[in-house]
T-cell receptor
Framework: GAGVSQTPSNKVTEKGKYVELRCDPI?????LYWYRQSLGQGPEFLIY????????DSGLPNDRFFAVRPEGSVSTLKIQRTERGDSAVYLC???????????????FGQGTRLTVV | SQQGEEDPQALSIQEGENATMNCSYK?????LQWYRQNSGRGLVHLIL?????REKHSGRLRVTLDTSKKSSSLLITASRAADTASYFC????????????FGTGTRLTIIP
């Protein structure tokens, strides 16, 4: 596609429910990143994939959060037993290679605004 | 946690004036990037500067990097109303860890 696509753009869920957030990266981009941005803050790293494998998941806040990228393209961020503190904008980005290599730019999607009520 | 901080947190200037935003960071970096964000949604990449570069230009943007002071600045010349947005610096560490670490952002408002 033309850019990184994230669905849904907005999601309202009840506390305790399970949610899935989807990211379609730019075709051919091997690296994929998830970030979370709370109101008034900068994005915070959650996890990144190189191909199908999670190369670094050190930013996931706890074991309620999990992300997959089974075929090395689309990724899904899964949140179990949602809490009100999970409310934030979840941003996905992709790049041709890892951002530290050959000055590769990361392209961001528009994000999914998750609201837990 | 945030790697660094942008300064100022908010800036309002008249259209046509220059806007300068600063970013400080804490650890060694491979490169530093500046992003713009409109309405709290998608981030747009503006410019990347490597750790061995001191200054870089792109259109009306000028970025400087001082690794000895662990700081960077973004200058937007001849500002336009469309430049109104939040601006973030993001650092890319040089320990083989490729994740970007963002600052807290500067909210820039251009007054027509």
């Amino acid at each position: 596609g033309a850019g990184v696509s994230q669905t849904p753009s907005n999601k309202v869920t009840e506390k305790g429910k399970y949610v899935e957030l989807r990211c379609d990266p730019i075709s051919g981009h091997t690296a994929l990143y998830w970030y979370r941005q709370s109101l008034g803050q900068g994005p915070e790293f959650l996890i990144y994939f190189q191909g199908t494998g999670a190369a670094d998941d050190s930013g996931l806040p706890n074991d309620r959060f999990f992300a997959v990228r089974p075929e090395g393209s689309v990724s899904t961020l899964k949140i179990q037993r949602t809490e009100r503190g999970d409310s934030a904008v979840y941003l996905c980005a992709s790049s041709l290679t890892l951002t530290g290599n050959l000055n590769t730019e990361a392209f961001f999607g528009q994000g999914t605004r998750l609201t837990v009520v | 946690s945030q790697q660094g901080e942008e300064d100022p947190q908010a800036l309002s200037i008249q259209e046509g004036e220059n806007a300068t935003m600063n970013c400080s960071y804490k650890t060694s970096i491979n490169n530093l990037q500046w992003y713009r964000q409109n309405s709290g949604r998608g981030l747009v990449h503006l410019i990347l500067i490597r750790s061995n570069e001191r200054e870089k230009h792109s259109g009306r943007l000028r970025v400087t990097l001082d690794t000895s002071k662990k700081s960077s600045s973004l200058l937007i010349t001849a500002s336009r109303a469309a430049d109104t947005a939040s601006y973030f610096c993001a650092t890319d560490p040089n320990f083989g860890n490729e994740k970007l670490t963002f600052g807290t952002g500067t909210r820039l408002t251009i007054i027509p």
